[in-house]
Nanobody
Framework: VQLQASGGGLVQPGGSLRLSCTVS????????MGWYRQAPGKQRELVAE???????NYADSVKGRFTISRDNARNAVDLQMNSLKPEDTAVYLC??????????????????WGQGTQVTVSS
């Protein structure tokens, strides 16, 4: 199972970016999916997450500015980021919880991470 993130870049304060993360490989289920970020010298923090049923949870710092969504047909999770601020600058990483069948018919539940995409907000 692999997660491929895309969409990062350099944007001016007040601008917008859309991140996308696609899950590929063999799995029978995708559960929660989400986006985290890590700025230099800081701990990784949750940005937003979405359940398989579409319920969402956001960090207080991004509420009203960021929107997480998922496309089950593409096995993807997207993050629309509006009104970006310099403090949003970080490496953004996606993750997904899911399950894969083993050869003996038992399931293995996992959490996988994408490689990260840089978001820089600067004038």
């Amino acid at each position: 199972v692999q997660l491929q993130a895309s969409g990062g870049g350099l944007v001016q304060p007040g601008g917008s970016l859309r991140l996308s993360c696609t899950v590929s490989g063999s799995f029978f289920r995708l559960n929660d999916m989400g986006w985290y970020r890590q700025a230099p010298g800081k701990q990784r923090e949750l940005v937003a997450e979405i359940t398989s049923g579409g319920s969402t949870n956001y960090a207080d710092s991004v509420k009203g500015r960021f929107t997480i969504s998922r496309d089950n047909a593409r096995n993807a999770v997207d993050l629309q980021m509006n009104s970006l601020k310099p403090e949003d600058t970080a490496v953004y990483l996606c993750n997904a919880d899911g399950g894969t069948w083993n050869e003996d018919g038992t399931p293995t539940m996992w959490r996988h991470w994408g490689q990260g995409t840089q978001v820089t907000v600067s004038s």
